[in-house]
């Protein structure tokens, strides 16, 4: 079992910067694929960013790819988001996904998640 709790989520106006973090509990940290999402009101949770285990791989969305950055610290059992030149469209509860796997591979499907942190507000103001 793994727990995933987000912090770092707030109020900023448009071009800021945000840093989300999310802590996991549990073993073995580097053997879970790490994804951030995200859910505006009346719409579908969307992916963001992923990282591998090992952090040799990333992905992200289109809407977000040079603006965002994931990483993570394995010795510190931490993944984290770095949002810059944020805009009005990124207004969001952004949550913290984990599966675990080989750690190799990064997913952008919200299903292949088997856990999730309870989510961050962040509202970026025009």
């Known amino acids: 079992q793994v727990q995933l709790v987000e912090s770092g989520g707030g109020l900023v106006q448009a071009g800021g910067s945000l840093r989300l973090s999310c802590a996991a509990s549990g073993r073995i940290f580097s053997r879970y694929t790490m994804g ?39 010795a510190k059992n931490t993944v984290s988001l770095q949002m810059n030149s944020l805009k009005p469209e990124d207004t969001a509860v952004y949550y913290c996904a984990a599966v675990y796997d080989s750690g190799r591979y990064v997913y952008t499907n919200s299903q292949n998640y088997r856990y999730w942190g309870q989510g961050t507000q962040v509202t970026v103001s025009s």
Not at 42 to 57: L, N, P, Q, W
Request: hydrophobic share 30%; net charge positive; proline share 3%.
């Open 36 to 74: 951030w999402f995200r859910q505006a009101p009346g719409k579908e949770r969307d992916f963001v960013a992923t990282i591998s285990g090992t952090g040799g791989s990333t992905y992200y969305a289109d809407s977000v790819k040079d603006r965002f950055t994931i990483s993570r610290d394995n």
